[in-house]
């Protein structure tokens, strides 16, 4: 325990710009990421479970996707810590194998740690193999995958677990961003959420988890693929031991950091995680300074952006013109 939190309080000293030493741990982590998730789609639907992890947590409403802002790419930066520029991963379909970069999965399994993968799209396979981890799910149905989650959590000791929830990317393919059916669907991955939460309490180790909730990219009428704030701000909360209640966290979040934190916070090694941060800013002992009152820039991938991607989003908004 001591090692552990002597490597937190040196990480932490790095990340806490006001000086303020931050040692901090957690038994488990759950690292949740609801597919396509806007954050104003949070106060816009039914999301008691959300909204009550934001006001006892700390929370920013603008963390960035990468670009592309899309599943693949932003859940590999989410799992890796690195940029797309690093990992490589830009393609956004099924593939054999594994991403070749090392992932939160892999570092808490060297470490002896039991590992939990829950998503509900097949392509997340390609982060995470099956047999690599200690309970491996991939199930499209959402209520299915939640019952999988709680059954694990009931019966074992996962130390790390990752769950996916596809929605509500799916609802807002068909029936667009914002809809009536998209927030629907937000609805329903919070009450998800809350049986996870549930599950444990019941167990009675809720105290001792990190939960990290946050996103790969919003969207926009039926897609998402653009440099705006629609298709890039995704939410960012944070809520467990010592993380502050009610703060708003300052520093530009992207989704490296999630996993930079959850490996922080486990009291392992983040250095797999060259672009990601442990959000210090949320722990309650952190010296936070002032916001800035400046909306945040979204500004450029890390790295090199293949110009050979922008070629279909251009070629659809000139053609969207041409129609109109």
């Known amino acids: 325990m001591f090692l552990r939190v002597f490597s937190l309080f040196v990480l932490g000293l790095?990340?806490?710009?006001?000086?303020?030493?931050v040692v901090t741990t957690a038994d488990r982590v759950l690292l949740v990421s609801c597919d396509g998730l806007r954050p104003d789609a949070i106060p816009a639907t039914d999301t008691p479970v959300m909204q009550r992890l934001i006001e006892t947590g700390s929370y920013?409403?603008?963390?960035?996707?990468?670009?592309?802002?899309?599943?693949?790419?932003?859940?590999?930066?989410?799992?890796?810590?690195?940029?797309?520029?690093?990992?490589g991963v830009l393609f956004n379909s099924s593939r054999p194998g594994r991403v070749s970069s090392?992932?939160?999965?892999?570092?808490?399994?060297a470490a002896g740690l039991s590992v939990g993968f829950f998503a509900s799209k097949g392509k997340l396979s390609y982060l995470c193999e099956e047999g690599s981890v200690d309970v491996w799910r991939i199930v499209s149905n959402e209520d299915a995958l939640t019952d999988d989650v709680i059954e694990a959590v009931s019966n074992q000791d996962l130390r790390l677990m990752f769950v996916?929830?596809?929605?509500?990317?799916?609802?807002?393919?068909?029936?667009?961003?914002?809809?009536?059916?998209?927030?629907?669907?937000?609805a329903r991955v919070d009450a998800a959420l809350g049986r996870i939460l549930d599950a444990l309490d019941d167990k009675g180790v809720l105290d001792q988890t990190l939960v990290i909730v946050t996103s790969d990219h919003g969207g926009h009428d039926?897609?998402?693929?653009?440099?705006?704030?629609?298709?890039?701000?995704?939410?960012?909360?944070?809520?467990?031991?010592?993380?502050?209640?009610?703060?708003?966290?300052?520093?530009?979040?992207r989704p490296m950091d999630a996993a930079a934190t959850a490996l922080g916070f486990l009291g392992l090694s983040t250095d797999i995680t060259?672009?990601?941060?442990?959000?210090?800013?949320?722990?309650?002992?952190?010296?936070?300074?002032?916001?800035?009152?400046s909306a945040p820039m979204l500004g450029l991938p890390c790295g090199p952006l293949p110009a050979l991607f922008l070629v279909p989003p251009v070629a659809m908004l000139f053609y969207r013109r041409r129609r109109s």
């Not at 790095?14 to 030493?21: C, E, K, L, Y």
């Not at 996916?164 to 937000?186: C, I, K, N």
């Not at 060259?274 to 009152?293: L, R, S």
């Open 164 to 186: 996916h929830f596809g929605e509500p990317d799916g609802a807002g393919h068909r029936h667009g961003w914002m809809s009536e059916t998209y927030l629907e669907q937000v």
């Open 222 to 253: 039926k897609t998402h693929f653009l440099n705006t704030p629609e298709d890039r701000f995704v939410p960012f909360i944070l809520n467990g031991p010592d993380i502050a209640p009610g703060r708003v966290l300052c520093e530009q979040l």
């Open 14 to 21: 790095s990340a806490n710009a006001a000086g303020a030493s």
């Open 60 to 87: 920013q409403a603008t963390a960035l996707a990468e670009l592309p802002p899309v599943t693949l790419p932003n859940h590999t930066s989410m799992v890796t810590g690195q940029s797309i520029a690093n990992h």
């Open 274 to 293: 060259t672009d990601g941060k442990i959000v210090a800013e949320a722990c309650i002992d952190f010296e936070q300074p002032p916001c800035e009152a």
């Open 102 to 109: 090392q992932t939160i999965f892999d570092i808490a399994k």
